[in-house]
Each structure stands twice: as C-alpha cells, then as structure tokens.
C-alpha cells in the first residue's frame, strides 16, 4: 500500500488576505474553498486550471478561477506549503490586483 504524502498547508501573505478584502462575499468563498481543493495535493504539477508563470514579480504559479486568478508560490522544506500571494480579478486580457492593473504574462 502506498501512503499518500501529508496535505500542503495553505498560508495566505498579508497582501493576499487585503486583495480578498477587496471582493465581495461569494468571490472570497469560492476561492477559499478552490484554493484548498485545488493545491492541498500536488499544487506543483500543471492541470487544465493551474499552470506556471514566466518569471515575474508576483509568484511563479497562477491558478484560474473563473474570471479569479490565484498567484502562489510552493515549498517542499521544511515543510510542504503553498503560499498564495495575490488573488486578482482578469478582464480581458488585463489583470486587476488590489485596484491595479498587473503584467503578468
């Protein structure tokens, strides 16, 4: 029997948690409840809705929600985490993060 590795654990930075303030109720539990389906297990390998990013200033890997895009980051020592470092809304094919317009490619 194989044992499955131990859950990552979910951490959001400061500017995460300010960027969810800014959205309404809904938004904010559906990306809590995404965020934990989505990257307690394996959040480092690309699917159809996370994929890594080109180098850039906000995290190297980006999970989509909709119209709700997850920027985070993983480690695997000492322990595994994901750490989710902004949460922006895209329109077009522009991205808003805490009311400014990011580039992230």
């Known amino acids: 029997m194989v044992r499955s590795r131990r859950p990552y654990r979910i951490e959001y930075a400061r ?7 800014r959205m309404d109720a809904r938004r904010v539990a559906t990306v809590l409840d995404t965020v934990i389906r989505q990257l ?8 159809r809705n996370r994929k890594p990013l080109r180098a ?3 995290a190297p890997w980006e999970l989509r929600i909709g119209d709700i895009r997850v920027y985070f980051d993983v480690a695997e020592d000492p322990e595994p985490i994901v750490t989710v470092r902004a949460v922006g ?7 808003v993060i ?8």
């Not at 500017?15 to 303030?21: K, N, P, R």
């Not at 307690?40 to 699917?47: G, M």
């Not at 009311?99 to 490619?105: H, K, L, R, S, T």
């Open 89 to 95: 809304i895209k329109f077009r094919e522009k991205v």
């Open 40 to 47: 307690s297990h394996e959040p480092a390998t690309a699917t």
């Open 15 to 21: 500017e995460a948690v300010l960027h969810l303030d």
């Open 98 to 105: 805490g009311g400014n317009e990011v580039d992230i490619q």
């Open 56 to 58: 850039n200033a906000v």
